[in-house]
């Protein structure tokens, strides 16, 4: 069954690096997402990608974040400067289209920023 | 504004009991889609359902039920004879006019052998 992966599964930082986190959708979905969770929280919304351009994003997509599909597999979120509040388990997640249709996510990846 | 509302933060049963898993959302659209997804301790987020704003039927899948009533803005998961399996956090999760799923706060479910 097909599936979305992701690389690495922990990625340790130090504060003001740059991280790149790296996402293999699904092969015939079109629609890609970006998602966090702080530990013991809830699953929040970043962004989403359709098209080669971003769909919608929120609040906490400020601009030490940029996404990137750079071939036709891989989908990147980029954090060009962390902070230890960046410190979550983020997931990337792919959809067939848009709307209607359900999301399936990758295991994660924990990003530790010390 | 949309908001989704999981009230019980953690549930402890002794497997074969039934559980159920609350969830109460809030959107001004007509036109929306209800998710549940399951986190094991593995952290992995695995889709369950999906149900659409205009189909209130209730859906049976195995041991998992699940009752959507637009009455009470409510979409209920059901688990019959639980499972030291089903241990997990349940995410319930709205999508209306945008991308992004709104997810509740999830519940823990602990079951017990």
């Known amino acids: 069954e097909p599936e979305v992966t992701q690389t690495p599964s922990h990625q340790v930082t130090q504060m003001g690096q740059e991280v790149i986190l790296r996402c293999v959708p699904i092969?015939?979905?079109?629609?890609f997402y970006w998602y966090r969770q702080i530990l013991g929280q809830k699953v929040e919304f970043l962004v989403s990608?359709?098209?080669?351009?971003?769909?919608?994003k929120s609040e906490i997509f400020d601009d030490q974040f940029s996404v990137e599909r750079p071939d036709g597999s891989n989908f990147t979120l980029k954090i060009r400067s962390t902070k230890l509040e960046d410190s979550a388990m983020y997931f990337c997640?792919?959809?067939?289209?848009?709307?209607?249709?359900?999301?399936?996510f990758g295991p994660g990846t924990r990003l530790t920023v010390t | 504004a949309q908001k989704v509302t999981q009230a019980q933060t953690e549930i402890s049963v002794v497997e074969k009991e039934d559980v159920t898993l609350d969830c109460v959302y809030e959107?001004?659209?007509?036109?929306?889609?209800l998710f549940w997804y399951k986190q094991p301790p593995s952290g992995e987020l695995v889709f369950l359902i999906r149900?659409?704003?205009?189909?209130?039927q209730n859906e049976i899948s195995g041991r998992y039920s699940w009752n959507f009533q637009k009455s009470t803005s409510s979409f209920n998961f059901t688990i019959t004879a639980s499972q030291v399996v089903d241990s997990a956090v349940y995410f319930c999760?709205?999508?209306?006019?945008?991308?992004?799923?709104?997810f509740g706060k999830g519940t823990s479910l602990l079951v017990t052998p």
């Open positions: 997640a792919s959809s067939e289209a848009g709307f209607s249709y359900e999301q399936y």
């Open positions: 092969s015939n979905h079109l629609y």
């Open positions: 990608f359709y098209n080669n351009e971003i769909s919608e």
């Open positions: 959107t001004r659209d007509t036109t929306y889609y």
């Open positions: 149900r659409n704003s205009f189909d209130e």
């Open positions: 999760a709205l999508r209306n006019s945008g991308y992004a799923l709104n």
